[in-house]
């Protein structure tokens, strides 16, 4: 699965779709400009600071996914916004849950759980990627 770029004009009505389970809804004008989808599946952002600290944000995936195509397209739109703000020349992205699928995803892909609580993980951006991902 290849993510494209997130484009609020395409995509935005479909991530609301995605939160009307939850009553969530969410304006253009809060999610950043480098958001990726995988189109009908999944999305997720990344939002840049003034520092070399980026966080990824917003991951969402489509209700009604199998658990198989939810991993591939969630972990393709991880891959995404890790290799972006990678190539923006962040040093290290952040990301937090409540969810222990969230924390563990995050540990495959080589961030380390930061505190307890709510799941806040770390990936230093200047070391490889674990095999595979």
């Given at each position: 699965m290849k993510p494209v770029r997130f484009d609020p004009k395409v995509h935005h009505?479909?991530?609301?779709?995605w939160?009307?389970?939850w009553e969530e809804t969410m304006t253009p004008d809060a999610l950043p400009e480098y958001g990726?989808?995988?189109p009908g599946k999944a999305a997720g952002f990344l939002y840049r600071?003034?520092?070399?600290?980026a966080l990824i944000e917003g991951i969402i995936a489509a209700p009604g996914l199998s658990k198989e195509d939810?991993?591939?397209a969630v972990n393709a739109i991880v891959a995404a916004v890790?290799?972006?703000a990678?190539?923006?020349?962040f040093k290290l992205l952040l990301g937090y849950s409540q969810l222990d699928a969230i924390k563990n995803r995050a540990e495959r892909f080589g961030f380390i759980h930061v505190g307890p609580g709510f799941h806040m993980v770390a990936l230093d951006l200047t070391k490889p990627d674990p095999a595979g991902l």
């Open positions: 009505e479909l991530l609301n779709l939160r009307k389970p990726f989808v995988v600071t003034d520092s070399s600290v939810r991993n591939e890790r290799d972006e990678r190539r923006q020349g």
